[in-house]
T-cell receptor, first 110, second 118 residues
Framework: KNQVEQSPQSLIILEGKNCTLQ??????????LRWYKQDTGRGPVSLTI?????NTKSNGRYTATLDADTKQSSLHITASQLSDSASYIC?????????FGTGTSLTVIP | DTAVSQTPKYLVTQMGNDKSIKCEQN?????MYWYKQDSKKFLKIMFS???????INETVPNRFSPKSPDKAHLNLHINSLELGDSAVYFC?????????????????FGSGTRLTVV
């Protein structure tokens, strides 16, 4: 069964600290993996997208990694800011279908 | 210049009513989607349309019906609304499969419509 699981479910960190979010998937065949940021009351916005051959992709303070062998991905946030408070959603695609994780709720406190 | 726009942003209605949510995209994408986000923030796909053809139809009640007058629009009609329909509904669009990996937009979401059935 195609599934995407994320951990932790929620996370609270101090401003300026780093954090890492995890995504494990069983989706097959694999086409690509995206990380989205969803601010409260807004639609998800794409942060990174990685294909099978890519194992790391950065977007500013966000760095995503992908291990296609173990079917794991992580999103590392460096020097967190208050504006990073949001839900982070991992989405794995077969090319035609998209499978969403349940998300990690990140709260950055001053 | 909004890429994927949904209206209304908020919708409060009584049980049994029929309502519609509109979605428009100006990205030139060929596939549009409707997602339902429940109280646990889980996004579940409801429908997708590619060139006016329904290509994904998850097990949603037939009270929900997508209508696509053209490639840039995918509206969601809901009949006989129930309390359990309360959720946030997101519209999204994506370019042709061959372009999705390289497109900066890729899979783009609207800002959501919060539906509350009372």
């Amino acid at each position: 069964k195609n599934q995407v699981e994320q951990s932790p479910q929620s996370l609270i960190i101090l401003e300026g600290k780093n954090c890492t979010l995890q995504c494990n998937y069983t989706v097959s065949p694999f086409s690509n993996l995206r990380w989205y940021k969803q601010d409260t009351g807004r639609g998800p916005v794409s942060l990174t997208i990685m294909t099978f051959s890519e194992n790391t992709k950065s977007n500013g303070r966000y760095t995503a990694t992908l291990d296609a062998d173990t079917k794991q991905s992580s999103l590392h946030i460096t020097a967190s800011q208050l504006s990073d408070s949001a839900s982070y959603i991992c989405v794995v695609s077969t090319g035609n279908q998209f499978y969403f994780g349940t998300g990690t709720s990140l709260t950055v406190i001053p | 210049d909004t890429a994927v726009s949904q209206t209304p942003k908020y919708l409060v209605t009584q049980m049994g009513n029929d309502k519609s949510i509109k979605c428009e995209q100006n990205l030139g994408h060929d596939t549009m989607y409707w997602y339902k986000q429940d109280s646990k923030k889980f996004l579940k796909i409801m429908f997708s349309y590619n060139n006016k053809e329904l290509i994904i139809n998850e097990t949603v009640p037939n009270r929900f019906s997508p209508k696509s007058p053209d490639k840039a629009h995918l509206n969601l009609h809901i009949n006989s609304l129930e309390l359990g329909d309360s959720a946030v509904y997101f519209c999204a669009s994506s370019p042709p499969a061959r372009d999705r990996i390289h497109s900066n937009y890729g899979y783009t979401f609207g800002s959501g419509t919060r539906l509350t059935v009372v």
